[in-house]
Nanobody, 128 residues
Framework: QVQLVESGGGLVQAGGSLRLSCAAS????????VGWFRQAPGKEREFVAA????????YYADSVKGRFTISRDNPKNTVYLQMNSLKPEDTAVYCC?????????????????????WGQGTQVTVSS
């Protein structure tokens, strides 16, 4: 069983940047796609970004495309989410998740239900 710990959240003004980290332990995640999801108060969890096991393919929600960048460092067993030009509507708890059912799959999925390991999340608050 893999454990995921997110970090890097905080309070930032609109237009600012944050870099989230998702550190995995217990087993390597280098063979699996990893996704970032977020959930704002009173809203459903939504897909933010995903990266294939090799890092060669990335997907983004339309709402963050061009502002967020997902990347991974497999030797460090860590995935990152660089968030630039933050907006108040980006305020949410951000969680990372691993899709261990599809090793070496080059097309990361965007559906939360297909991810089987989740972190606790890190709060991101963007003030206007």
């Amino acid at each position: 069983q893999v454990q995921l710990v997110e970090s890097g959240g905080g309070l930032v003004q609109a237009g600012g940047s944050l870099r989230l980290s998702c550190a995995a332990s217990g087993r390597t995640v280098s063979s699996y796609a990893v996704g970032w999801f977020r959930q704002a108060p009173g809203k459903e969890r939504e897909f933010v970004a995903a990266i294939s096991w090799s890092g060669g393919r990335t997907y983004y929600a339309d709402s963050v495309k061009g502002r967020f960048t997902i990347s991974r460092d497999n030797p460090k067993n860590t995935v990152y989410l660089q968030m630039n030009s933050l907006k108040p509507e980006d305020t949410a708890v951000y969680c990372c998740a691993v899709d261990s059912a599809r090793p070496y799959y080059d097309y990361p999925v965007r559906v939360a239900a297909l991810y089987d390991s989740w972190g606790q999340g890190t709060q991101v608050t963007v003030s206007s």
